[in-house]
């Protein structure tokens, strides 16, 4: 049996997502540790300023009253790098072996040799669609939208997927920016991949199903993209939006 994990919040939208879940279902993590993000204004005013983002989830997550609200104890940490050996020692000292990520770099071998198991949300479907801006090639490649949920390993983007969903996006174009793909769409998938996972922990194993819908964009991890290529991939998806159909971002798969 696994433990009700700690939660890593590394200020943005995609930790506002995280919480936004865990309000929802009522189903708070052990504890919570507050890292800093000095560049996570620039994303939560962009996602707070879009007509639909409460079709989504609340962007400006108040992690105090959250964590008055279900006794969860916070810890705040002034770490800004989720390598940051202060902070390792300060996740160790809680008890809990297992961690939502939700940002702060790449996790290295060093901490997790240390035993902590991290719990991560990637926006593509693993293994075959890696990398950071994997989403925007495979809009681009085969207008697909997927995140998988896994425990990092020490190799980037390899250990081995919980659960994958695959969404559809159906938004009028005058509303498709790049601001909302990276600040609502992406943190959104996450949270909604995240979801069937955090209800049901930690009997994981019924819920885990990986679904194979996606093909590879390339045959290596995607991470730079051109400005031309990300505007591509948005105009894709906007030539997809039908009118006549529901408008948001659904789950299907």
Request: net charge negative; charged share 15%; proline share 8%.
């Amino acid at each position: 049996m696994l433990e009700r994990p700690g939660f890593i919040f590394f200020p943005g939208c995609r930790a506002s997502a995280y919480l936004d879940i865990m309000q929802q279902l009522t189903m708070p993590p052990a504890c919570i540790v507050l890292m800093q993000n000095p560049l996570a204004e620039r994303g939560i005013q962009a996602a707070s300023s879009h007509p639909l983002v409460q079709r989504f989830y609340q962007p400006d997550a108040d992690i105090e009253a959250f964590c008055q609200q279900y006794n969860v104890p916070l810890y705040v940490s002034s770490a800004q790098s989720i390598n940051d050996a202060e902070l390792t020692k300060l996740l160790l000292r809680q008890g809990c072996r297992h961690w939502l990520f939700s940002g702060g770099g790449i996790v290295q071998p060093k901490v997790l040799a240390t035993g902590l198991k991290f719990l991560h949300v990637h926006p593509g479907q693993m293994p075959e669609v890696r990398g950071s801006t994997c989403f925007y090639y495979s809009l681009l490649h085969d207008l697909t939208l997927a995140a998988s949920a896994f425990f990092l390993e020490a190799e980037l983007d390899a250990g081995p997927s919980i659960l994958c969903r695959h969404f559809h996006i159906n938004i009028p174009p005058a509303l498709l920016s790049s601001d909302f793909i990276d600040y609502i769409v992406d943190p959104y998938i996450r949270a909604e991949t995240l979801k069937p996972l955090w209800q049901h922990w930690p009997d994981i194993s019924d819920v885990s199903k990986v679904a194979k819908l996606s093909t590879p964009p390339s045959d290596r991890p995607c991470y730079v993209m051109h400005p031309v290529l990300r505007a591509m991939a948005i105009q894709r998806v906007a030539a997809s939006y039908n009118a006549s159909n529901e408008t948001g971002v659904f789950h299907y798969a």
